[in-house]
């Protein structure tokens, strides 16, 4: 049975993390929050050697940028992923999103069990409905028309699409939606949809005021890019290396917003609690 958890670096859905896990009875060690925020009622813990030596460790998303710090926007001094190599204690279960795979290999050189949570199908379901929120308010502050009668395309449906098509229609936008199989084509006209294969998106991606890209590869290239309205609006969603010839948009003029890691920026209560209740799904299953 754990008793000790320590949230390192990351944003403020890893507070509101540790808030929820305090509020449950848990020892919470808080580090890599020393400037520019209020903590309201957590503690920091500047002693590393306690922190490191929790029995559970959570790190945030993306657990580092740059391969060499922990992700920690917050903190002063962030820790560095060889001090958190050096000092962890062996026994520690780590959670992060996004665990790079050289401190997923330095991880289990030495032993140590880890799980990326943002590899949980749970996490990523729960994760659309705010990343779809956060979509529809670029869309509103950016563009100077209304989503009621606007004619808008989403790329896509799987976990994202299926959410924010949904809450477009919802809206009174003429929603148009864009997949490759032909019963998710079936399944977008069922709900009320105009369906759109991929191979008609070329002829028909002219007629969009604002276009909501889910898929992770290159689907908008300079030859897509060329047919676009210039007054369109242009959202991609999708993680990296997103679904846009970014280069090209430049050059022709297109307005492309990538509106990356937007649970954490539109709702961090609600992404901290997601976050939150996955690891805890996680350790039911391992019987922790």
């Known amino acids: 049975m754990f008793e000790t958890i320590s949230v390192i670096g990351g944003d403020l859905r890893q507070l509101t993390l540790a808030r929820l896990l305090k509020d449950e009875g848990y020892h919470i060690f808080l580090y890599g929050f020393d400037k520019d925020i209020q903590l309201d009622g957590l503690e920091l813990e500047p002693d590393k050697d306690f922190v490191l030596s929790s029995d559970i460790i ?3 998303v993306p657990v580092s940028f740059d391969g060499i710090a922990i992700n920690s926007p917050y903190a002063e001094t962030p820790m560095t992923i060889e001090e958190f190599l050096d000092g962890i204690n062996p026994s520690a279960m780590v959670f992060g999103g996004q665990i790079q795979p050289a401190l997923k290999h330095a991880l289990e050189e030495n032993g140590i069990a880890y799980r990326d949570y943002l590899k949980r199908e749970e996490l990523s379901i729960r994760n659309a409905v705010p990343t779809a929120e956060g979509a529809i308010e670029i869309a509103m502050s950016e563009t100077p028309i209304t989503i009621h009668g606007s004619k808008c395309l989403v790329t896509g449906y799987g976990k994202i699409g299926k959410i924010l098509s949904k809450m477009l229609c919802g809206l009174g936008a003429q929603t148009y939606v864009e997949a490759r ?23 028909m991606i002219g007629e969009f005021d604002i276009i909501f890209n889910t898929i992770p590869s290159m689907i908008f290239d300079e030859t897509i890019l060329k047919k676009i309205k210039k007054d369109a609006l242009l959202i991609d969603l999708a993680s990296k290396p997103g679904g846009v010839d970014f280069e090209a948009a ?17 709702a961090p209560t609600t992404s901290g609690a997601i976050i939150k209740d996955t690891i805890m799904n996680i350790l039911k299953e391992m019987e922790v």
């Open 58 to 60: 959570v790190l945030p």
């Open 181 to 203: 199989k032909y019963a998710d084509l079936a399944m977008i006209e069922g709900h009320g949809y105009e369906s759109l294969a991929l191979g008609e998106l070329k002829n």
């Open 250 to 266: 430049k050059q022709l003029g297109v307005r492309v917003i990538w509106a990356l890691s937007l649970p954490g920026k539109v």
